[in-house]
């Protein structure tokens, strides 16, 4: 007779207690600040990059504060021009690559695991160095606007003016390198939930009963492989024109300027979706859950996740219209741009027809669903006006543009974001948020959102240009400016009650319990917060709502190594189990292997030999992070 | 619907001021105005009836089965997005390629405009070398006559736009671009650079003014002339100052020896309605001041300061004001 504490898998014999015990031995890690360096346990890589993330876009919002102040009045001088072209730069910089994209992916790392069901995310170890990575280059670049070394050519760094000529000294080496930093970050990300959503599902969770939240991941992460190439090529030209005097951008060598606005639009339009796509996911998981029912035509609304992804990749070129490309391919471009209303606008009619079909629940998660509706379809609705050669003529580089995409990016990301943060809070913590300083910052930051950028879209009309640092009083755009500043601080007030809850929630919050949504996927039937080894059994999946189906009992597989760190693979269309697969133990080598390629990009700002020489280091620490293990694991047999 | 459309600019933007692209100065904006009507209406539509969805589904009280209708009018909805995004595709098509065929019956004015951080300088082309004519920051255009723009960049890349006439376009070192104007009422306009070109990205504008046909003429007849010789002392002082400094390096002054090409063509600069690319307005005060200290009203310009003492800037104030 084994005794349970020998038996090497969990099952009949191995539950409850003893295989918590157990499991919690074999995938904790070490107590105390070595334990910290090391961990690879996505929930903790997740958590890091979701608090490095609001604290970024945190600075990112005192920045935008800064530029409102300056604009309230005509001819401020308040913040001089070299200053405040390093501060709209780097506003645009922080948001896009340090904000919206991380924060997207922490929310990913920490729930995808969850919501299919498996007990770690694939490549563990890569994804701490991808946090390592993304802190690292944040950080840098921070510290040299800090030190006036901010890049001030636009987070868009156009050539020639970002090129060596127009732009002397390292301010844009610091924003490229920044860049290398969070494109390597995000496509180990991307290559890490690709492979879990393909890999890791658990047992039934074929891919037509996957979470939509999972679905608009995938999505996500296959458009960050497919795009982030295109960035790297142009950050990569650009400092060799600028370290070593190559000419790719130089007209006057031959080179061409506009290249780069090619390589770096066909990044950076489906960068947006990047960002707005996990934010359609959140609305479907919190539609559900609030609605009681799976969201409205399941398959439509995938159609329309993947038909987003493709069209992303064709319509780069509407912001190139004034840069006289021929004439007649602009109309594919505009027939592509527009085409996006389509699968949009099918995803806003199936969440409405959701909440028309049951009694919706009007929680603050919700109240951010109704508020992301009101507002990105606004958002659409300018794009349509944008992707019209004749009106984006007019409308191009003007604040109807900065109204267009906030209204996109606010409305289509960060309120959903802030429902997602609200809605999965107790999860993470165990705690609810307050319910009444949820409501008073929903009611804030909507109002203030508005005030902030409705009056741009009339502004911009008026003409006035983006990234000016000041404008004439003779112009007429006092009045609306002065509104957008008054607006801006509302909505920061509204954000700092949002930061105020979660401070105080963390605290005091109430006890949420497993389940306190009364939701349906799988992340909500763990603990919260979850345990390291997140499922005690691997679930099994009979339909698109398991923890509803079955009066709210999961099926469980058993046969998982409890003394070792092991994961079940199943099969990428109907997940059935397939493979048994080891996941790595916590390590130091990621993190000095950031630590060293941190150094070699570095260096590489002042010296093109430190590619050479700062390899090197690279290549130990990699070595050492992957070297092979001797141990061969014991073999028994396994019934399945 | 035509006559409809200035009222509802007026009031969607306040009020339409020299820089408003819904001004209608010009056919560009013209078309702006008639094609922005046709998107808010139809874009309206799908919002109102995502609004009224939307708060039908919070309203609504009985929550039994309501039929199998959502099926259909998902079918019906995408269908109008598609018709919708069609029918507007469509309309930006056309009114794209009517605006490149305006005005082709009758031989186009041509112009050359280069951009330069943060001026521009314009060049009006003639066949006859003698009637080629360049000044800076300021475009007279006659009214009724199609205009075409070369556009080029001297150094980075800016866009080229006056809004009240037509949508923008860039100029790139390296390329030349191309824009047709139809100016079709008189009056005063205000372009400004729309693509960052750096750190006085905000203080490069230029002064549009579109005449008549005979002002045009008469004014075009005396920018060719070279610049009149100063008539009080104190200028002749300031025109031997200017010509024996470093200002002749980057200026050129028609009929003096100044012949630099870096810096604005000043023969005729005290005609114009403002410095420094819309900078400051074009008065004595203002002359002065910038001459003294032209990285005051706007730092970082590529203007030195230049040592004088302040009877020698009184002096060339004093030129500079004489050269109408």
């Known amino acids: 007779m084994t005794r349970p504490e020998d038996l090497p898998r969990d099952g009949p014999a191995l539950q409850g207690e003893e295989l918590h015990r157990r499991l919690s031995v074999t995938w904790g890690r070490a107590p105390g600040l070595w334990g910290w360096l090391t961990t690879v346990d996505h929930k903790e890589v997740a958590r890091r990059y979701l608090i490095t993330a609001l604290a970024f876009f945190s600075f990112g919002g005192v920045l935008a504060l800064m530029m409102r102040v300056q604009l309230a009045t005509p001819e401020s001088g308040l913040i001089d021009p070299d200053r405040y072209n390093q501060i709209f730069s780097m506003h645009g910089t922080t948001m896009m690559f340090l904000f919206a994209v991380p924060v997207m992916e922490a929310m990913a790392i920490y729930l995808v695991p969850l919501m299919v069901g498996t007990r770690a995310i694939a490549f563990p170890r890569l994804n701490a160095f991808s946090y390592w990575l993304y802190l690292a280059g944040g950080v840098m670049i921070w510290i040299a ?65 996957m979470p939509l939240f999972v679905w608009s991941i995938l999505v996500t992460a296959l458009m ?87 069209l992303a990749f064709g319509l780069w070129v509407h912001h190139m219209f004034a840069t006289g490309l021929p004439r ?31 009694r919706p629940r009007l929680e603050v998660p919700m109240l951010y669903v109704i508020g992301f509706i009101v507002t990105f379809v606004i958002g659409g609705i300018t794009g349509v006006m944008v992707a019209s050669v004749p009106l984006d003529l007019e409308l191009h580089d003007t604040y109807f543009v ?46 203030g959102f508005h005030l902030t950028f409705m009056p741009m879209h009339f502004v911009g009309m008026m003409g006035m240009p983006r990234r000016v640092y000041t404008y004439p009083a003779s112009m007429g755009w006092e009045g609306l400016n002065r509104l957008s500043t008054v607006g801006a601080f509302v909505l920061a007030i509204g954000l700092l009650v949002f930061a105020g809850n979660l401070a105080l929630s963390l605290r005091r919050g109430r006890l949420a319990g497993p389940n ?37 009992r999961l099926t469980y597989m058993s046969g998982l190594r409890v003394d070792d760190r092991e994961l079940l693979l199943t099969t990428a269309i109907d997940a059935t189990p397939d493979l048994r697969e080891p996941s790595p133990t916590p390590t130091i080598w990621p993190l000095l292997a950031a630590l060293a390629t941190t150094g070699l990009f570095i260096w590489s700002i002042f010296d093109p030999w430190a590619v050479v020489w700062g390899s090197i280091p690279v290549a130990i620490t990699l070595t050492l992070w992957f070297w092979p293990k001797s141990r061969e694991p014991a073999t028994e047999p396994v019934i399945e | 619907m035509r006559r409809l459309m200035p009222l509802l600019a007026l009031a969607a933007s306040g009020c339409a001021g020299v820089q408003s692209m819904t001004g209608g100065a010009g056919l560009g904006s013209r078309q702006f105005n008639t094609l922005m009507l046709a998107f808010l209406i139809v874009t309206g539509l799908a919002y109102l009836f995502v609004l009224l969805f939307l708060g039908g589904a919070f309203v609504r009280r009985r929550r039994e089965n309501v039929g199998n209708f959502m099926r259909p009018l998902l079918i019906g909805w995408t269908a109008f997005i598609l018709v919708g995004i069609a029918l507007l595709t469509l309309l930006s098509f056309l009114d794209d390629r009517q605006s490149a065929l305006a005005g082709t019956g009758q031989p186009p004015l041509k112009i050359e405009i280069t951009a330069n951080q943060w001026w521009w300088q314009v060049t009006y082309q003639d066949p006859m070398a003698s ?14 006559r199609p205009v075409e723009i070369t556009l080029k960049a001297s150094d980075v ?35 400004q650079c729309a693509e960052f070109c750096g750190m006085q990205h905000a ?86 001041g910038w001459i003294a200290n032209p990285q005051g009203p706007k730092p970082g310009n590529h203007m030195p300061t230049i040592a004088m003492s302040g009877a020698e800037l009184s002096a060339v104030v004093a030129y500079l004001g004489s050269l109408e």
């Open chain 2, 157 to 191: 890349i800016h866009s080229f736009w006056v809004p009240g006439l037509a949508g923008k376009q860039d100029l790139i070192p390296g390329r030349t671009n191309h824009i047709r104007l139809l100016p079709r009422r008189i009056g005063l306009l205000r372009g």
């Open chain 1, 516 to 552: 306190p949504w009364n939701a349906a996927s799988l992340e909500w039937a763990p603990a919260s917060p979850p345990p390291p080894y997140n499922f005690a059994h691997i679930p099994v999946v009979g339909g698109h709502t398991p923890l509803w189906d079955d009066h709210g």
């Open chain 1, 145 to 209: 606007f800090i030190l006036n070394v901010g890049p001030e050519a636009g987070w868009f760094t156009y050539v020639p003016l970002a090129g060596p000529e127009y732009s002397p000294g390292k301010r844009t080496d610091f924003w490229a390198q920044m860049v290398t930093f969070t494109e390597v970050a995000a496509l180990a990300v991307a290559v890490e939930l690709v492979a879990t959503i393909v890999k890791q599902r658990a047992p039934g969770m074929s891919l037509d009963r």
């Open chain 1, 328 to 358: 007649l391919g602009y109309a594919f471009y505009t027939a592509a741009s527009m085409a996006i209303a389509l699968p949009s606008g099918v995803q806003i009619f199936c969440w409405i027809a959701t909440m028309w079909e049951s």
């Open chain 2, 131 to 144: 009637r080629t004519l360049i000044t800076a920051n300021e475009l007279h255009l006659p009214v009724g």
């Open chain 1, 402 to 447: 900065v109204a267009h995409f906030h209204y996109t990016l606010i409305g289509g990301a960060v309120f959903p974001l802030l429902g997602a943060l609200t809605y999965w809070f107790p999860k993470m913590t165990g705690r609810m948020m307050g319910k009444r300083m949820g409501l008073t910052g929903f009611a804030l930051v909507f109002l």
């Open chain 1, 224 to 310: 960050v492989i497919f795009s982030m190439p295109a960035v790297a090529l142009a950050s990569g030209m650009l400092i060799s024109d600028r370290l070593v005097a190559t000419h790719f951008f130089n007209a006057a060598e031959g080179g061409s300027a506009l290249l780069w606005q090619h390589l770096f639009w066909f990044f950076g339009h489906p960068e947006v979706y990047i960002i707005f796509l996990p934010g359609l996911g959140f609305v479907s998981q919190i539609t559900e859950t609030f609605c009681r029912r799976r969201v409205f035509a399941y398959p439509a609304m995938v159609a329309a996740l993947l038909l987003t992804g493709l």
């Open chain 2, 203 to 288: 203080h490069m504008a230029l002064d549009v003014i579109v005449e008549p046909p005979a002002r045009f003429a008469a004014w075009y007849a005396a920018q060719l002339r070279p610049a009149s010789r100063p008539a009080t002392a104190l200028a002749q002082a300031g025109q031997a100052w200017f010509l024996s400094h470093q200002c002749v390096t980057c200026h050129s002054i028609a009929g003096t020896t100044a012949g630099g090409r870096t810096g604005p063509d000043l023969t005729h600069v005290a005609s114009r309605r403002t410095i420094a690319a819309g900078t400051l307005p074009m008065n004595p005060g203002s002359l002065a």
